[in-house]
């Protein structure tokens, strides 16, 4: 079965920067889109950056252009979230998710099917 491993969460100051990464195993097609999703405490599920192995295309959230990239190992499915300028209101519990590219790089989380377990990023 596909499993996600998120790695590298944690604590930084406002202004820093984390870079996680996200591995993906057991996963059955031969493309494939990663994303990075957040879920602050009392608020909904949200897309921050997605990328698929079809030119590498990418979709980022407006909240985080210009501050956060992905990239992608396609030989590892292995992902890469860059966050820079980190904001308190990034705080949040960072998921990664895995589907099949149909197409669309959508920042939905109901239209992803993989998920991991998550890694909390805390900025103060």
């Known amino acids: 079965h596909v499993q996600l491993v998120e790695s590298g969460g944690g604590s930084v100051q406002t202004g820093g920067s984390l870079r996680v990464s996200c591995a993906a195993s057991?996963?059955?097609?031969?493309?494939?889109?990663m994303g990075w999703f957040r879920q602050a405490p009392g608020r909904e599920r949200e897309g921050v950056a997605v990328i698929c192995t079809i030119g590498g295309s990418q979709n980022y959230a407006d909240s985080v252009k210009g501050r956060f990239t992905i990239s992608l190992d396609s030989a590892k499915n292995t992902v890469y979230p860059q966050m820079n300028s980190l904001q308190p209101e990034d705080t949040a519990m960072y998921y990664c998710a895995a589907k099949r590219y149909t197409g669309t790089w959508s920042l939905l989380p109901s239209h992803w099917h993989y998920w991991g377990q998550g890694t909390q990023v805390t900025v103060s």
């Open positions: 057991g996963y059955p097609y031969s493309t494939i889109c």
